[in-house]
């Protein structure tokens, strides 16, 4: 079975500081794992996606995200944070067919 | 990119009857979409796999005849609350994915109330 566990439901961060959002997995088979970004009362946006390539992902919005199979984790990062990436991310991962188990998710605000 | 639309984006319905909420893929074939419910400050839970041209897969737990899911189409996928009670309220979600693509889209979302 896979899982999903994102450390830390809240996390609070200044502007222009160093954004790092925590993920781990659990899966018998080689993943594909994404992260999306949900804003109040909307549905979600990928942000990007691991699905076997480069184990260093970029996605939209200066994020990226390291895949590390040794550690079963995929955190997602952001050099500098800016207000507008206050929202809801959420880590995910899936075998093959789409259907995606999601982590709890992990609130962002970020202070100026 | 790829869009997937979802109608109502908002719904209020009484406690007893059906509403029927639609997701479409605008741009793309999709033969397999998922919807999901959230609840506030939650995360998304999968209910059910929506085929193309066959019966949905429901996840344990999930009540096939009160979460009646139709895929008639491969642009159209429906879910239909039966009987709705004030506990069905919450944001549900449907995905999609494209045909031979690994990328999910999802869809705006669809707040239900029932009162």
């Known amino acids: 079975a896979q899982s999903v566990t994102q450390l830390g439901s809240h996390v609070s961060v200044s502007e222009g500081a160093l954004v790092l959002l925590r993920c781990n997995y659990s899966s018998s088979v080689p993943p594909y794992l994404f992260w999306y970004v949900q804003y109040p009362n909307q549905g979600l946006q990928l942000l990007l996606k691991?699905?076997?390539?480069?184990?260093l992902v970029k996605g939209i919005n200066g994020f990226e995200a390291e895949f590390k199979k040794s550690e079963t984790s995929f955190h997602l990062t952001k050099p500098s944070a800016h207000m507008s990436d206050a929202a809801e991310y959420f880590c995910a991962v899936s075998h093959t067919g789409g259907k995606l188990i999601f982590g709890q998710g992990t609130e962002l605000s970020v202070k100026p | 990119g790829a869009v997937v639309s979802q109608h109502p984006s908002r719904v209020i319905c009484k406690s007893g009857t059906s509403v029927k909420i639609e997701c479409r893929s605008l741009d793309f074939q999709a033969t397999t979409m998922f919807w999901y419910r959230q609840f506030p400050k939650q995360s998304l839970m999968l209910m059910a796999t929506s085929n193309e041209g066959s019966k949905a897969t429901y996840e344990q737990g999930v009540e096939k005849d009160k979460f009646l899911i139709n895929h008639a189409s491969l642009t159209l996928s429906t879910l239909t609350v039966t009987s709705a009670h004030p506990e069905d309220s919450s944001f549900y979600i449907c995905?999609?994915?494209?045909?031979?693509?690994?990328?999910?889209?999802f869809g705006e979302g669809s707040w239900l109330t029932v009162v």
């Open positions: 691991y699905t076997s390539a480069a184990t």
């Open positions: 995905s999609a994915r494209a045909s031979g693509e690994d990328t999910i889209y």
